[in-house]
């Protein structure tokens, strides 16, 4: 069975700084996806980012990167020129390609403090 | 486009009861999934549907079953309640069949059982 390891239960960032969140993942799938969920406080929870396992370059949205190292089974999150409003909980998450379900880590809670 | 709604928001039953839940997709997204979120426990898949279909089921026990009407909308229900089944219930929806498409949320319903 698939499993998603966030090692950081609690992060924090000074206002305008860079944080990286971390995630693991153990699979035997060689097509899979990966994706970062952000859940603030009270609200619904969004897509931040999303990787594809066959493609060798990180994906970049905005001030959000990815450095994903697939022989590691490493998928990081960083954020840079951090905001109050990437104050939230963020899921990594791993679905393989013929599967309906996504596997999610336990959430690595990000306070920005101004 | 609408969001995927999600009723009733809050809900509170006793132990024995049951309590049904619903969500309406986004239009034209036929896959519908629903997640457990406890503190301790993290997200938890529960099941997934396509086309009225359900094509994957997490480990949860027979008290939690599910069903997708032709429209896409979908109910889940929990049958002879206990304290341990308090938790928000989020349902997501996805326009593809696999794993490489994004899931949006709900907002969740959030059930307290006494």
């Known amino acids: 069975a698939q499993t998603v390891t966030q090692s950081q239960p609690e992060m924090s960032v000074q206002e305008a700084e860079t944080v990286t969140l971390s995630c693991t993942y153990d699979t035997s799938e060689s097509d899979y996806y990966l994706f970062w969920y952000k859940q603030p406080p009270s609200r619904q929870m969004i897509l931040v980012i999303r990787q594809e396992a066959y493609k060798q370059q990180n994906a970049t949205e905005n001030r959000f990167s990815v450095n994903f190292q697939k022989a590691a089974k490493s998928f990081s999150l960083k954020i840079s020129d951090s905001q109050l409003g990437d104050a939230a909980m963020y899921f990594c998450a791993y679905t393989d390609t013929n599967a309906g379900k996504s596997t999610f880590g336990d959430g690595t809670t990000l306070t920005v403090k101004p | 486009k609408a969001g995927v709604t999600q009723t009733p928001r809050y809900l509170i039953k006793t132990r024995g009861q049951q309590v049904t839940l619903s969500c309406s997709p986004i239009s034209g997204h036929r896959s519908v999934s629903w997640y457990q979120q406890t503190p301790g426990q993290g997200l938890q898949f529960l099941f997934e549907y396509f086309s009225e279909t359900q094509r994957n089921k997490g480990n949860f026990p027979g008290r939690f079953s599910g069903r997708q009407f032709s429209n896409s909308r979908s109910e889940m229900n929990v049958s002879t309640l206990e304290l341990g089944d308090s938790a928000l219930y989020l349902c997501?929806?996805?326009?593809?069949?696999?794993?490489?498409?994004?899931?949006?949320f709900g907002e969740g319903s959030r059930l307290t059982v006494l």
């Open positions: 997501a929806s996805s326009f593809t069949a696999t794993g490489l498409g994004e899931l949006f």
